[in-house]
């Protein structure tokens, strides 16, 4: 095992730890759910993160998505998130893929699971599809004001994202906040895990739904 | 027959209550409880839920975790026991 992973080795059997450091993930999106996920994926040491996204920083980018800064404007997402993650030398392989989600595109063939870090709706709807088409698991979120929501679609789940949130797409942009972002993430990678570690108590056909202005968190059945 | 609509987010906090149980006559449809709805709150779920009749962009409406735009949209029937879930889905990252 991986000595700095040291600390966090009584929390999982044996063979759980080397299913994690095999875990090959897409991040869709590396905004401020994705940049989160990243290093949170980092630390936990996967093997693979292929990173998603062609827009470049913006400054309304700062207030959350950490690893960019002021002299990162301009540059392409996925790269400069990339160099933020090299730095820490840790063993984790980025790759940084700088292209717009399609239903089309073509994923490598080594992905275990998609996570969405999207922005939007409609793009999230593609991403759903392209993990359906390819097999894959998809644990959606998102993010808004001091709300959130989470929900895990398998391949054999009764609901797919559209079955759902067809109709959530809307024009405004949302309000999000870093505190609530950071929180939103590190429950998707939380309950991704519980089903890619093959525990039992992984979210089945039910959104996890996040209040924090009340500091409550429900499950929403689907049945 | 009874139900039960149940709102989160925004809805929990605007209107100070997690959701209201009917005991009602007759089956309804969907519009039928917004106008319940509407009755017990001001009004308040006809201008969050509803554009020109319709449900609106950015809404949507769970009656036992199915959306009802699959179903008959504001015309779906909603039977003894559902559950209706109301909440403004989370759209950032």
């Known amino acids: 095992m991986r000595e700095y992973l040291k600390r966090q080795k009584k929390l999982f059997k044996s063979e759980e730890r080397e299913k994690m450091a095999a875990l090959n993930v897409m991040v869709a999106g590396t905004g401020g759910l ?84 999207l922005d939007n ?103 | 027959m009874s139900l039960k609509v149940k709102f989160h987010s925004l809805f929990r906090i605007k209107l100070k209550s997690r959701g209201h149980e009917y005991q009602l006559e007759d089956e309804i449809d969907v519009m039928e409880l917004i106008d319940l709805l509407d009755d017990d709150y001001d009004g308040y779920f006809s201008k969050k839920l509803l554009d020109a009749g319709e449900i609106s962009p950015g809404s949507i409406i769970l009656v036992n975790g199915e959306n009802v735009i699959h179903k008959d949209g504001v015309k779906t029937k909603i039977k003894d026991g559902d559950t209706v879930t109301l909440f403004p889905p989370s759209a950032g990252g």
């Open chain 1, 34 to 117: 994705g940049t989160n996920l990243a290093i949170q994926l980092q630390r936990i040491g996967v093997n693979k993160i292929y990173l998603y996204d062609y827009d470049k920083v913006e400054i309304s980018n700062l207030n959350r998505q950490l690893c960019f800064g002021r002299d990162d404007i301009g540059k392409a997402k996925v790269e400069q998130a990339a160099e933020f993650l090299n730095q820490f030398k840790l063993d984790t392989e980025i790759i940084a893929k700088n292209e717009k989600i399609t239903e089309e595109m073509e994923l490598a063939d080594d992905i275990h699971i998609i996570f969405d870090a």
């Open chain 1, 121 to 223: 709706f409609e793009t999230r709807f593609v991403v759903d599809k392209l993990a359906q088409k390819y097999g894959l698991p998809f644990i959606h979120a998102g993010v808004e004001d001091l709300f959130a929501q989470i929900m895990l679609i398998l391949p054999e789940s009764k609901s797919r994202l559209n079955d759902v949130f067809a109709g959530a797409e809307k024009d405004d942009t949302p309000a999000v906040f870093s505190p609530a972002v950071t929180i939103t993430a590190s429950f998707q990678l939380l309950e991704a895990l519980k089903y890619l570690l093959g525990r039992d108590n992984y979210l089945k056909d039910t959104i996890l739904h996040i209040d924090l202005f009340n500091s409550e968190i429900e499950k929403i059945e689907l049945r």
